[in-house]
């Protein structure tokens, strides 16, 4: 069946054609359709308006087969994977019970403690229920307790230890000759994501890392196959779904090049396991978690993850309770049992624009990774991460700021009334992307550094032995949305909430988008707003703002309107005691001090009229 048979034939020229029109009546002039509507990513990468069957970058294989962009395995689904950092056996149970396939367990003395593990594990099958330990320097300890409870009652157990380093290495020698189930290694690329990084830095960092690991596993006297057996990725899963399904694809990809390099191309595939971002949540208005993290989650699904967790939509504020764990368990199992996301292998298969980008954001990852290999690895590159993630960080603060990077219920929509969630003291590793343990690492072979789509794979290296474990230091932990609540947290500390009155001028028609739009910018921060009316009398806006006991004031109207109007409303609010006069729109008027517009710097806006309101602390 051919479904485009009734309709005449087209191509990509005829479209631009069409294209080039529609923006010329709309006053946007370009020099091409893709020029005017790509859209750039972190990374520099354009993400084009259209795509068609030239943009397929190659064959990518199949499912479970080398390269492995379209899955590690050929089975459809994923591990639903929980954690927990408070020593709880009837939460775990409750989970358990409630959908959830493995446990992720955070131990130290701010988390479970090793001699809790018992206690938490009392009633779980280790041989059914999958056990990834996040333990730090409490790794080995950690991992001896699971060894002796599953010795206790005489089974296999499953999962990961969650190690690195020289203790990932006795860890991995032991698991490989003693528990064919586990793993024993973790390398956790959430730290470079939650320091603001971009997806090809979080790749290209995570990719020098693993090298690192197979370095020394195999220096210890394991085979290739062996020590890529012993490693499970784990990357952070975002709400923009394109970004992150193309990014474990584009992982699996990058995994099989350095397998093949080192003479193991059907070693599996790269285990991943895909956590909600931290980065993206919110403590405003955080039920809207629940939608970002629903979108993560399908993405890291569809993107090939063999195991998900999914953050409760409350974890910013807080221990998560009973109700957000059954939140984050059922999301998953939504997707997986009554949307069908499991039933099919690699359903983004063969899109163009999936298959072109996952091939760009390859390439982009594997020239990040080069660098950092060509400074010494991971470890001696350090300050070259460390700069190039701050300067990426930057970038986006500055689109967050200016509101072209949008925080639903934060920067934009905010709703200044809404009733906080309980407040919790947070344990010291409730948020999924705590910092690991890493590795220094030694001098990349050339062979490594090439490129994954080489038409020739180079002759295989033997990889050299790493050095001992150190912490992924320098990295701060960031969250979009912190400075805008910052700002709505002070404004919520004041005995009355601080004002701002919107000088709405003309009918309510004329002025009705502009008011919406102060209205919304101001809210972001906390702040109050009252609207004068309709009307155009400039005594009686003037009157309005007095009464309103307001001090700093936002003029909105139409550009006609202002025109007319404008200077001389902005004159009466300055004789009434306006200390700032704003304008909602573009233009210069006497008496208006500065304007606000789509694009501006909201967060500059804001300080600036907390500190015209004297609002400080």
């Not at 890392?209 to 370095?215: K, L, Q, Y």
């Not at 997986?336 to 063969?350: I, M, N, Q, S, T």
């Not at 460390?386 to 986006?396: F, H, V, W």
């Not at 155009?536 to 009157?543: F, G, N, S, Y």
Request: aromatic share 6%.
């Amino acid at each position: 069946m051919e479904l485009a048979a009734g309709f005449a034939p087209t191509t990509r020229d005829d479209w631009r054609a069409l294209a080039v029109e529609v923006l010329r009546k709309s006053g946007i002039e370009a020099g091409s359709p893709e020029e005017a509507l790509g859209v750039a990513t972190y990374d520099g990468l354009t993400v084009a308006p259209l795509y068609d069957l030239d943009d397929l970058p190659g064959d990518p294989g199949l499912p479970g087969a080398p390269p492995y962009v379209r899955g590690s395995r050929a089975v459809s689904g994923w591990d639903v994977r929980q954690r927990h950092a408070v020593a709880d056996p009837e939460a775990v149970l409750a989970d358990l019970e409630n959908g959830v396939t493995s446990l992720w367990l955070v131990v130290g003395d701010d988390a479970i403690p090793v001699g809790a593990l018992e206690t938490v594990l009392k009633d779980v099958y280790l041989d059914l229920a999958p056990v990834v330990l996040e333990a730090g320097a409490s790794a080995r300890e950690a991992a001896e307790a699971l060894f002796g409870l599953a010795a206790a009652r005489g089974v296999a157990p499953r999962g990961n230890l969650g190690a690195s380093g020289a203790v990932g290495v006795e860890l991995a020698l032991r698991c490989a000759a003693e528990f064919p189930g586990l793993r024993a290694v973790t390398v956790d690329a959430t730290p470079f994501h939650d320091a603001g990084g971009s997806d090809a830095e979080e790749l290209g960092c995570s990719l020098a890392r693993g090298v690192a690991e197979v370095r020394a596993l195999t220096g210890a006297g394991l085979s290739v196959e062996q020590a890529l057996g012993q490693i499970e990725f784990r990357y952070a899963a975002t709400a923009d779904q394109f970004a992150t399904i193309c990014k474990l694809r584009a992982a699996r990809r990058m995994w099989a090049r350095v397998a093949e390099v080192c003479g193991a191309a059907a070693h599996g595939g790269q285990r991943q396991h895909a956590v909600t971002s931290a980065a993206m949540m919110t403590a405003r208005d955080p039920w809207v978690n629940m939608l970002r993290t629903t979108l993560a989650c399908f993405a890291a699904g569809v993107g090939g993850a063999e195991a998900v967790t999914v953050r409760p939509f409350d974890a910013c504020l807080g221990l998560p309770d009973a109700f957000s764990r059954r939140i984050a368990r059922n999301t998953q199992s939504l997707l997986l049992e009554e949307a069908g996301v499991g039933r099919v292998v690699d359903p983004a298969g063969g899109s163009w624009y999936v298959e072109r980008r996952t091939a760009e954001l390859a390439e982009r990852a594997w020239a990040w990774f080069q660098e950092i290999e060509a400074a010494g690895g991971a470890d001696a590159a350090a300050g070259l991460v460390s700069e190039r993630i701050a300067a990426t960080r930057a970038r986006r603060a500055e689109d967050i700021a200016h509101r072209r990077f949008p925080i639903t219920g934060v920067s934009e929509f905010p709703d200044i009334n809404e009733t906080p969630l309980r407040r919790t003291a947070p344990a010291g590793n409730v948020g999924a992307g705590t910092p690991p343990t890493g590795e220094p690492s030694a001098p990349v072979p050339d062979a490594v550094a090439q490129p994954p789509a080489s038409a020739a794979p180079p002759p295989a290296a033997e990889p050299a032995a790493g050095a001992g474990a150190s912490p992924v230091g320098g990295l701060p932990k960031v969250r979009y949305a912190e400075e805008f609540e910052a700002l709505r947290d002070l404004a919520d500390a004041q005995p009355e909430r601080p004002k701002v009155f919107l000088a709405t001028i003309g009918p309510v028609a004329a002025h009705t988008a502009r008011a919406s739009f102060a209205a919304n910018l101001f809210q972001s921060g906390g702040l109050a707003t009252e609207t004068a009316g309709p009307g155009a009398d400039p005594e009686q806006i003037a009157t309005a703002f007095a009464v309103s006991g307001a001090r700093v004031a936002c003029l909105c109207s139409s550009d006609k309107l202002y025109a007319q109007h404008a200077a001389a409303v902005a004159t009466a609010l300055r004789r009434a005691g306006a200390k700032r006069v704003w304008l909602a729109g573009k233009g210069e008027y006497d008496g208006v001090d500065a304007t606000l517009h789509a694009g501006c710097d909201a967060l500059h806006v804001l300080r600036t009229t907390f500190d015209d309101l004297e609002v400080t602390r």
